[in-house]
RNA sequence: GGGCCGCUAGCUCAGCUGGUAGAGCAACGCCCUUUUAAGGCGUGGGUCACUGGUUCGAACCCAGUGCGGCUCACCA
């Protein structure tokens, strides 16, 4: 970059020099070329976060990522997105040399506040309100709680995306009383959180107030009253239901837990997180990420990690929303479901984490391979593109990849051929790949994309694009005999098919019309109707060759 | 009310630490005696929301205005 900007400039001064003519080194041109060479080349949002990390919290052994969320309901593409950005953050810091340590926090310990809907079992589940979701149980599958059935969910199919973190289990550390200290700790400096947190609030926490909540050790709700603090250990309370008083030690209890906005600058400071993104909820000046930087470093001394806010991401071409209200989930398998683990990856790294994206069921689905195949040709410099744009799409494509890049290009079959060839051999994965020579790596991508596009067809595609070949139990087509000629003819062409490409073909296919005196569209429509029971169909010759001559002629050969 | 984000071609958007405004689709045109939902080639099209400022130079940085969206002020 540099030597072809200082290139450049010589050869401005060489044409000045040639020209006589002094004023062509202007200003604009001394400074056009002297700043981009201070200018650093732009890096991928992932690449600068991580130095955005090791400057502001220094040279450290280990950096700690962290990304969390609450199981307490089945985890959605949305929520995906918080782990997905830190995996390229991590990602990009261990590309930096870097040693790195990803946690994933399940925030299981916190209150079961609704019983979402459509939940077997509804009156069940009712009976468990206000209980921590760690110890409701699991009405779907058979897992031991209904916080553990979305968490396993989730954590089986992360790998898939080269996603795997180490988990933490909130429900577990503090009923084991591993937070004892930062409990202590917060209940140490109670005024102070008071202050902070009522600066943001309408009204402001009551005189009793402490920062600590507790589950009854009587009824396992939260319905509590937290009536005294010892200044050690001790923390008595009143449980509500019931009527009765308790003390607990804070060492060895399993009942007491912070509330959300003190306990995340605990966690922080307790595991030393450096890195940790959130949702806009959280991003908010008054928010929780903004009380809770101020209260890790008031209260516990430590500063806040390094962060940045990830917009929500919004689901098109499918019935449905993205929440969990509605019953209808969309999750990480059902987007796997018709993307490539690659390309999952490559919709959150080619997007900025602070804007909105869509992911699309719909034929955005065609254009977002083209998108990929397109960035994968660019990667291997099969493609040419400017050197800026090169630059930065071999980087998306890098942080795409589930483990490491293919030494060499993988075939690339484009997603929409792909589904007319299944639908061709009726969805039969392993007779369309059969007809490629694929090496494992090759042979396995390929398997995804073609599993993804048959989902696709049978499940999101429009009518249009949806065929099968008509086959002896099919109802024969009535024709005329016109049609029956132009039909003779062109299994005459199909039957030296080795002797045509697919333009010659398409042009024998125009003889044909006009010598039958047909019209070109009647013509295909007919075609169409016997191959495919429809009046319409893919480009024809092309088609023609797809499916084969073979299949063709078994076809043709009921109609002359 | 506070905060954040967006406003770029007819549409969807890219362009992001300042250096001659881009892609896809649409439109229009041409091509093969030739297009059916996927052909090839080409063309046109933008006061980068607005007003100021900084700068040799601003879509980009700063201040403000307008419009749209989200979010916090309960809980997590």
Known sequence: MKRFAGLSLLMDLVSALGSGESSVIDKSTIYKYNLPIMKKQNTHWADSTAEKITRQKGEKEQYVCASGITPSGTVHIGNFREIISVELVVRALRDMG??????????????????????????????????????????????????EANEKEL????????????????????????????????????????????EHRTTPLPEDWWPVSVFSSFT????????????QWGLTYRCEDTGREETVDLRDCAVAKLPWRVDWPMRWSHEGVDFEPAGKDHHSEGGSFDTA?????????????VTFQYDFVRIKGRGGKISSSSGEVVGLPEVLEIYQPEIVRFLFAGTRPNSEFAISFDLDVLKIYEDYDKCERIYFGVQEVGE???????????LSQVHDVPKTMPLQVPFRHLC?????????????????????EQKE?????????????????????RFHLQGQDDPRVELDEKQRSVLRALKVEVEKLVEHDEESLGTAIYDIARDAEIEPKELFSTVYRILIGKEKGPRLAGFIFTVGREKVLRILERYV
């Open 388 to 398: 800026k744009k090169r630059a930065k799409e071999s980087r998306i494509y890098e």
């Open 98 to 147: 870097k040693d790195v340590r990803f946690i994933y926090s399940w925030d299981d310990y916190d209150v079961f506040r609704k019983v979402p809907k459509n939940m077997p079992q509804a009156e069940l589940l009712e009976t468990y309100l206000r209980k921590p979701i760690t110890l409701v149980p699991d009405t779907r599958y058979s897992y031991s709680s209904y916080a």
């Open 155 to 198: 954590e089986q199919i992360l790998p898939q995306v080269g996603v795997e973190p180490e988990y933490i289990y909130q429900a577990q550390r503090y009923r084991s009383a591993y937070y004892a200290e930062g409990i202590r700790t917060a209940l140490e400096h109670r005024d102070r959180i008071r202050e902070i947190l009522d």
């Open 420 to 440: 007319n060839l299944l639908q061709i051999h009726s969805g039969d994965v392993d007779a369309v790949l059969g007809q490629y020579e694929l090496n494992r």
């Open 220 to 231: 396992d709700r939260d319905n509590t009253t937290v009536l005294d603090w010892d200044g």
């Open 445 to 465: 991508r390929l398997g995804q994309r073609a599993r993804c596009a048959w989902n696709w067809i049978t499940r999101y595609s429009p009518e249009d694009f």
């Open 293 to 305: 930087r101020r209260l890790v470093k008031e209260v516990y001394g430590a500063e806040a990690p």
